[in-house]
């Protein structure tokens, strides 16, 4: 069990630029979260999946944003003609479906996108 | 609404107790955890309460008041590795989410 991996760890892009991140949860894992989190403050929930279904997006998320998880594995996070406020620290999260499934979640490093 | 309130900060001398308090609001809450988050770190899992009590695990514990909407964090014999933020975190019966306060920021002293 190596953890949750995350990649790119950083990204540099031009605003207005697609941008994609990859999310590698623990194996065994059937949820997986994305999460924003920006300097000072706590993550941000951004969706939801359970196996391969996505189950809940943040209705603070436009429509830029996009997640898949298609085969019920890895997922990845697609920020479409990105903004300078979506500068932040995306970071992906993985837990198992037992008791306590929901609140004991596995973070991965994160990926730090920079839009400039 | 759902949301959580935590000190934005709290100093504490190595080797000290402190405890860290959130609040929240009830409609809908079912438990509370909480993450402690190194600087250039991810969050890691510490503890959850569902029912009201302490829940100890070594120097750390966790406490849910729920007649109270509260819960605190109590670390013990403070180290200077214990130096990161600390987030408070809900569920919801709603939804699947994770409510996550602002984080409290410890600074230990020598």
């Known amino acids: 069990d190596t953890g949750v991996s995350q990649n790119p760890r950083h990204k540099i892009t031009k605003r207005g630029q697609n941008v994609t991140f990859r999310c590698d949860p623990i194996?065994?894992?059937?949820?997986l979260y994305w999460y924003r989190q920006t300097l000072g403050q706590g993550p941000e929930f951004l969706t939801y999946f359970q196996n391969e279904a996505q189950l809940e997006k943040s209705r603070l998320l436009s429509d830029r944003f996009s997640a898949e998880r298609p085969k019920g594995s890895f997922s990845t996070l697609e920020i479409q003609r990105t903004e300078q406020g979506d500068s932040a620290m995306y970071l992906c999260?993985?837990?198992?479906?037992?008791?306590?499934?929901?609140?004991?979640?596995?973070f991965g490093p994160g990926t730090r996108l920079t839009v400039t | 609404g759902q949301s959580l309130e935590q000190p934005s900060e709290v100093t504490a001398v190595e080797g000290a107790i402190v405890q860290i308090n959130c609040t929240y609001q009830t409609s809908g809450f079912y438990g509370l955890s909480w993450y402690q988050q190194h600087d250039g770190g991810a969050p890691t899992f510490l503890s959850y309460n569902a029912l009201d009590g302490l829940e100890e695990t070594g120097r750390f514990s966790s406490f849910l008041s729920r007649s109270d909407s509260y819960g605190y964090l109590l670390l013990q014999e403070l180290q200077m590795k214990d130096s990161a933020s600390y987030f408070c975190?809900?569920?919801?019966?709603?939804?699947?989410?994770?409510?996550w306060g602002a984080g409290t920021k410890l600074i230990i002293k020598p």
């Open positions: 999260a993985s837990s198992d479906t037992g008791t306590g499934g929901l609140n004991e979640q596995y």
């Open positions: 194996s065994e894992h059937n949820r």
């Open positions: 975190a809900a569920d919801f019966i709603s939804n699947y989410q994770l409510i």
